[in-house]
């Protein structure tokens, strides 16, 4: 997340955004929940208009299918 979007908007983030996908818990709280990690980290993606080409991270090159 700090790559992304640095350390304080990250952390603000993992705690103020309320995803709808785990129950309306804000990311911290699905993941203390047992959310995969992944999952929630996809769902922020989602909620802060991430490009799909970094849903895997910046420096991570992609998986051929």
Excluded: H, Y
Excluded at 13 to 22: A, G, K, M, T
Excluded at 26 to 50: M, Q, T
Aim: with cysteine.
């Amino acid at each position: 997340m700090n790559d992304e979007f640095g350390a304080a908007f990250a952390a603000v983030l993992l705690n103020d955004l309320i995803l709808s996908e785990f129950g309306d818990k804000s990311a911290l709280a699905a993941i203390k929940a047992g959310e995969d990690p992944r999952k929630v980290w996809i769902a922020i993606c989602v909620a802060s208009d991430v490009p799909k080409e970094r849903w895997q991270g910046r420096n991570t090159p992609k998986k051929s299918a």
